[in-house]
């Protein structure tokens, strides 16, 4: 069975850096697409970056474009997003999941995902 379980979050003040882990279990990163999304309260859930397991080329949204690097380490089967130069408006609950080669929806559609973590808090405030 798939498993991803999120780490990193925490407290951070505006212009902070934070680097969530995603460490995936029950299935190697070479076959599985991941992508972050986070959700602030009263908002919808919104992808902020993925990556292709096969390219391993990145996309983000244009909100975190240039402050955002996502990653990955293969030998630990595990994907990063480094979160650098962060706001207020970051501040949400963030999660990681695992997109299926088969999925028909655009990358930033959780719809297209199949195994979620269970998320990591990320405030930004001073």
């Known amino acids: 069975q798939v498993q991803l379980v999120e780490s990193g979050g925490g407290l951070v003040e505006p212009g902070g850096s934070l680097r969530l882990s995603c460490t995936v279990s029950?299935?190697?990163?070479?076959?599985?697409?991941i992508g972050w999304f986070r959700q602030a309260p009263g908002k919808e859930r919104e992808g902020i970056s993925y990556?292709?397991?096969?390219?391993?080329?990145?996309d983000y949204a244009d909100s975190v474009k240039g402050r955002f690097t996502i990653s990955r380490d293969s030998a630990k089967n595990t994907v990063y997003l480094q979160m650098n130069s962060l706001k207020p408006e970051d501040t949400a609950e963030y999660y990681c999941?695992?997109?299926?080669?088969?999925?028909?929806?655009?990358?930033?559609?959780?719809?297209?995902?199949?195994?979620w973590g269970q998320g990591t808090q990320v405030t930004v405030s001073s």
């Open positions: 999941a695992r997109r299926p080669s088969f999925s028909v929806f655009n990358w930033n559609d959780r719809r297209g995902y199949n195994y």
């Open positions: 029950g299935s190697t990163l070479d076959s599985s697409a």
């Open positions: 990556i292709n397991s096969r390219t391993g080329n990145p």
